[in-house]
Nanobody
Framework: QVQLVESGGGLVQAGGSLRLSCAASGRTGSSYAMGWFRQAPGKEREFVAAINWSGGTIVYTNSVKGRFTISRDNAKNTVYLQMNSLKPEDTAVYYC???????????WGQGTQVTVSS
């Protein structure tokens, strides 16, 4: 079973940057896709970005394209989300996820808060 632990959230001014990390531990022997979702207060959880095992396929939601970059280091079992040009509407709890393929996620982290002030 894979456990996911996020880090890197915090408070930043609009236009600033943050980098989120998510470390996977446990039975990480098989290949798996990883991604990020977010949930703002009063809203449903929404997809942000995902990357497959090899890193050859990456998907972003339209609202973060050109500002966020997802990457992974399989040697460290870690996925990253570099967030630049942050906007107040990016404020949310960000959740790391993993699963057997893109779009099929069965493990979730506890979440890390990202707050962007205007």
């Amino acid at each position: 079973q894979v456990q996911l632990v996020e880090s890197g959230g915090g408070l930043v001014q609009a236009g600033g940057s943050l980098r989120l990390s998510c470390a996977a531990s446990g039975r990480t022997g098989s290949s798996y896709a990883m991604g990020w979702f977010r949930q703002a207060p009063g809203k449903e959880r929404e997809f942000v970005a995902a990357i497959n095992w090899s890193g050859g396929t990456i998907v972003y939601t339209n609202s973060v394209k050109g500002r966020f970059t997802i990457s992974r280091d399989n040697a460290k079992n870690t996925v990253y989300l570099q967030m630049n040009s942050l906007k107040p509407e990016d404020t949310a709890v960000y959740y790391c996820t993993a699963g057997p393929g893109l779009g099929t996620y069965d493990r979730w982290g506890q979440g890390t808060q990202v707050t962007v002030s205007s």
